[in-house]
T-cell receptor, first 117, second 113 residues
Framework: EPEVTQTPSHQVTQMGQEVILRCVPISNHLYFYWYRQILGQKVEFLVSFYNNEISEKSEIFDDQFSVERPDGSNFTLKIRSTKLEDSAMYFC???????????????FGPGTRLTVT | DQQVKQNSPSLSVQEGRISILNCDYTNSMFDYFLWYKKYPAEGPTFLISISSIKDKNEDGRFTVFLNKSAKHLSLHIVPSQPGDSAVYFCAAIGSSNTGKLIFGQGTTLQVKP
């Protein structure tokens, strides 16, 4: 069964450093997403990406964040200068559709645990 | 901005009985709802979904009910199994049709053998 994969599973970085989190979405999916979950809190939307551009981003997704689909398979989230409060689980997801009344499923990867020290 | 709420942080059920997980929402523009199951250190796993034009969707042991007038949905698991023990999240698609999911806080289900 196709699945979303993410690397690395755990990333430790020092405050102020840049990190790149990598994802390989399901191959025939068209919509790509990043979410995060701070320990003990709900899963929060960061950004959605379609047709090589951002379709929606949350207030969390400020200028320190960027996304890219550098080739036909990878989808990356870059945090330019990490802060302590960026420590969280980051989940990549993908879907064939983006909502509406048609059947819709968004599939998640296993996550990358980012620890900023 | 808690547009999707799961008011019960935890639920404990005996194996073989029914588990009912509840979710409320405030935005009447939501048009699709999903339930996810999550184990520790894993990503959310899609379980079942429902469009706002329906009031019920069933898949094996899982049934989701939607009451639009009450802005309430519930997930029924019958019969419950110990392997169902996990955190369950309800999520709604925002009205923007960009695929943004808005999650509830989650309910931890424990199914006792």
């Amino acid at each position: 069964e196709p699945e979303v994969t993410q690397t690395p599973s755990h990333q430790v970085t020092q405050m102020g450093q840049e990190v790149i989190l990598r994802c390989v979405p399901i191959s025939n999916h068209l919509y790509f997403y990043w979410y995060r979950q701070i320990l003990g809190q709900k899963v929060e939307f960061l950004v959605s990406f379609y047709n090589n551009e951002i379709s929606e981003k949350s207030e969390i997704f400020d200028d320190q964040f960027s996304v890219e689909r550098p080739d036909g398979s990878n989808f990356t989230l870059k945090i330019r200068s990490t802060k302590l409060e960026d420590s969280a689980m980051y989940f990549c997801a993908s879907s064939l559709e983006a909502g509406g009344f048609q059947p819709y499923e968004q599939y998640f990867g296993p996550g990358t645990r980012l620890t900023v020290t | 901005d808690q547009q999707v709420k799961q008011n019960s942080p935890s639920l404990s059920v005996q194996e073989g009985r029914i588990s009912i997980l509840n979710c409320d929402y405030t935005n009447s523009m939501f048009d699709y709802f999903l339930w996810y199951k999550k184990y520790p250190a894993e990503g959310p796993t899609f379980l079942i979904s429902i469009s706002s034009i329906k009031d019920k969707n069933e898949d094996g042991r899982f049934t989701v009910f939607l009451n639009k007038s009450a802005k309430h949905l519930s997930l029924h698991i019958v019969p419950s199994q110990p392997g169902d023990s996990a955190v369950y999240f309800c999520a709604a698609i925002g009205s923007s049709n960009t695929g943004k999911l808005i999650f509830g806080q989650g309910t931890t289900l424990q199914v006792k053998p």
